[in-house]
């Protein structure tokens, strides 16, 4: 059983800077051999892709609306990623969700098993 716990949420000036914490655990699980995505959910509006990152070279693979002001990292000893997110706009306001999968396409929502429970991230303007 895998446990994805995130954390780092809160509310900030448009502008301003948040980094996320997904934390991971279950029995021999290790984020070294899976790879992590971020993804939101505003409200009404679908599930969407925000980034991730393979275990097999490290790839990143980021939304175009985030690109340049978001990174996505893993330390895979502290079993934890992370989601740096910089230049914050109203419209990056979501429940911000880790998910994790052995193997797939990077920015496929539908490939990912397992989930957090979410953190919300709310953006002021």
């Known amino acids: 059983q895998v446990q994805l716990v995130e954390s780092g949420g809160g509310l900030v000036q448009a502008g301003g800077s948040l980094r996320l914490s997904c934390a991971a655990s279950?029995?021999?699980?290790?984020?070294?051999?899976?790879?992590m995505g971020w993804f939101r959910q505003a409200p009404g509006k679908e599930r969407e892709f925000v980034a991730a990152?393979?275990?097999?070279?490290?790839?990143?693979d980021y939304a175009d609306s985030v690109k340049g002001r978001f990174t996505i990292s893993r330390d895979n000893p502290l079993n934890t990623v992370y989601l740096q997110m910089n230049s914050l706009k109203p419209e990056d306001t979501a429940l911000y969700y880790c998910?994790?999968?052995?193997?797939?396409?990077?920015?496929?929502?539908?490939?990912?098993?397992?989930w957090g429970q979410g953190t919300q991230v709310t953006v002021s303007s």
């Open positions: 998910a994790a999968v052995r193997w797939g396409t990077l920015s496929d929502r539908k490939g990912y098993g397992n």
């Open positions: 990152i393979s275990w097999r070279d490290g790839t990143t």
């Open positions: 279950g029995q021999f699980f290790t984020i070294g051999i899976y790879q």
